[in-house]
């Protein structure tokens, strides 16, 4: 069952500036005081903050909500607010709850896990809400206990207003239901649609290869489809990642085919050409690709792999990166625990953690082959413990594909000339039917008419050659709209008015 409920306020603080130029970031990575006991002296938080060539670590003794398993985090492009979750909370750069901020992913056994926070990665997600500089979105999903590896029955959508109420923030709309199903945990992921203002998220089903597939717009998210991917039943999919340039898509899961690769098309949001390969019965790890998309990390308990995506054959490429030191044991706990999760930081470095401990272990060249990659065991002690908690990996610096059909905004290499077009409308205004006339164009395109709010009022295909579009504006309201014409050699616009 998919349910959909679009909020009415989101259009009205949409302004109709589709891409924002300012840059998102979510270069802080906040983990620890997941238990009550303040004895231990490795108890407490710490914050880790990524710079493109170093990172800096301080034990944060602020922290007010407890971090376990799942974290995302974000900032607005001025710098002036960020806000955190553990997947049942949502803070602010001061450590105080939203208004309206807990209480988020119901269901299940939320009570038991609620103060400790969400307990397995990859569970919730922060995203820029498209148009906007400051409103965020969030994706989420609820636990169920039942057998091995638990699930979720309710993959959940929430607005969040982090300037509102003098800077504390707010949730605007909260737990909205998308999707009641039987989902994985752990299996949400998200990309920048190929318009450069979209965002893809997809969510797995759970025992399934299956994937429900959102698009989140102005409008709010959106459902596109479920893809039923080919293979056998997949348990559990591990940390699964889409590469830094939008490419691929991996996961690694416990069954015959571990270590699954796809294919990705940023226009349609479509998985396609399946690669996969059984590589050792251990329990599965993380999979993330290296900043230039060129390689693939996968780990298991006590091992990590590389494979290339150049070689001829993929999946013949495994390369032997490192096998866990079980010589060493973590200074917190004195055991010998195995490599959890990774993460791919903003100084372009991959850090691999334990499933608990005080210890990261480092990929310090990922762009480079084989053992070149220069893998460090235990390079990092932190403050405080932590409890396998990984920040929701999204690459924010991917924007705009150039030249795509599918890039349904301003966002081409350069602006048509409107005297080569002769780019015409009749009548201005209309009321009935809108002629738009034109030279013929070169390539295939798009006709995409927006209404001054940025919501999507029409969309018409345009095949190469093609000299003229009639678009029925009778069902439009009075007002003032833009179409915009878009196809590989660019994009250009016209203003029209629709009036009754």
């Known amino acids: 069952m998919i349910g959909l409920r679009i909020n009415a306020t989101i259009v009205l603080i949409v302004a109709f500036n589709f891409i924002c130029n300012a840059q998102?970031?979510?270069?802080?990575?906040?983990?620890?005081?997941?238990?009550?006991?303040?004895?231990?002296?490795?108890?407490?938080?710490?914050?880790?903050?990524?710079?493109?060539?170093?990172?800096?670590?301080?034990?944060?003794?602020?922290?007010?909500?407890?971090?376990r398993g799942a974290y995302s985090g974000l900032e607005t492009p001025d710098k002036q607010f960020f806000v955190y979750t553990n997947g049942f909370t949502l803070a602010n750069k001061n450590h105080d709850t939203l208004i309206n901020g807990s209480g988020l992913s119901p269901g299940g056994i939320y009570s038991s896990w609620a103060e400790s926070g969400y307990p397995v990665p990859y569970s919730a997600i922060l995203l820029p809400f498209p148009g906007s500089d400051t409103l965020m979105a969030m994706f989420h999903l609820d636990i169920f206990n039942s057998g091995t590896y638990g699930h979720a029955e309710n993959l959940y959508y929430s607005l969040i207003d982090p300037s509102s109420n003098n800077g504390q923030g707010s949730v605007m709309i909260k737990n909205q239901q998308l999707v009641n199903d039987t989902l994985s945990c752990g299996s949400i992921n998200a990309l920048r649609h190929a318009n450069g203002r979209d965002w893809w998220v997809i969510v797995r089903k759970g025992y399934l290869n299956d994937y429900y597939t959102y698009l989140l717009t102005p409008l709010g998210p959106q459902f596109v489809s479920t893809q039923q991917l080919p293979g056998p039943q997949f348990i559990f999919a591990g940390q699964g990642n889409f590469s830094p340039d939008g490419k691929w898509y991996a996961c690694f899961g416990p069954d015959s085919e571990q270590f699954r690769l796809y294919q990705f098309d940023r226009c349609t949001g479509i998985f396609s050409n399946m690669q996969y390969k059984n590589i050792i019965n251990e329990i599965a790890g993380s999979t993330i690709f290296s900043p230039n998309s060129r390689f693939i990390y996968i780990n298991s308990v006590e091992h990590i792999w590389q494979f290339d995506l150049q070689a001829s054959d993929i999946m013949a490429s495994q390369t032997l990166i490192a096998t866990l030191d079980t010589s060493f044991h973590d200074p917190s706990t004195g055991w010998v625990t195995g490599w959890c999760n990774s993460y791919l930081a903003q100084d372009d470095k991959i850090y691999v953690q334990n499933f608990s401990g005080v210890m990261l272990h480092v990929i310090n060249r990922p762009d480079s082959i084989g053992q070149t990659c220069n893998f460090v065991q235990n390079q990092i002690q932190l403050p405080t413990f932590y409890y396998a908690t990984v920040p929701t990996y999204v690459n924010l610096n991917l924007l705009q594909e150039s030249g795509s059909v599918c890039d349904t905004l301003e966002v081409g290499d350069k602006e048509l000339i409107l005297a080569d077009y002769k780019l015409r409308v009749q009548p201005n205004p209309a009321s009935e039917e809108a002629l738009f006339t034109f030279n013929s164009f070169g390539s295939d395109g798009n006709l995409y008419i927006y209404n001054m709010n940025g919501e999507l009022a029409d969309t018409e295909k345009l095949s190469k050659g093609s000299t003229y579009c009639k678009v029925n504006v009778s069902g439009f309201s009075r007002g003032l709209y833009i179409a915009q014409f878009v196809n590989y050699e660019g994009s250009l616009r016209i203003k029209f008015t629709v009036i009754k």
């Open 24 to 67: 998102w970031s979510n270069d802080k990575w906040l983990y620890g005081r997941w238990h009550n006991d303040t004895t231990w002296a490795w108890w407490g938080g710490t914050r880790l903050t990524f710079t493109n060539d170093a990172v800096n670590i301080v034990k944060d003794s602020l922290m007010k909500i407890n971090i």
